[in-house]
């Protein structure tokens, strides 16, 4: 099994969650788009939907966002 996600010291981070948000976090474009995929394909298994207005992306390099 693959692991994505960004480390954190000794920790791999994937996601945080608070109430009914939800943010991904990923060290690759790649290995975003399939934390999305994943998260289509469990969210079509539990008839949600992912509200795609309040979808953002943001990209961070070197510790500065872009």
């Keep these: 099994m693959e692991h994505h996600g960004v ?9 945080i969650r ?13 290995d975003l788009q399939r934390m999305m995929k994943a998260l289509e394909r469990i969210s079509e298994e ?11 992306v943001m990209m961070f390099t070197k510790g500065q966002p872009r």
């Design 7 to 15: 480390a954190t010291g000794v920790r791999l981070v994937q996601a």
């Design 18 to 30: 608070f109430a009914d948000d939800q943010a991904i976090t990923a060290s690759s474009e790649k």
């Design 46 to 56: 539990y008839r949600m939907r992912i509200n795609l207005k309040k979808t953002k």
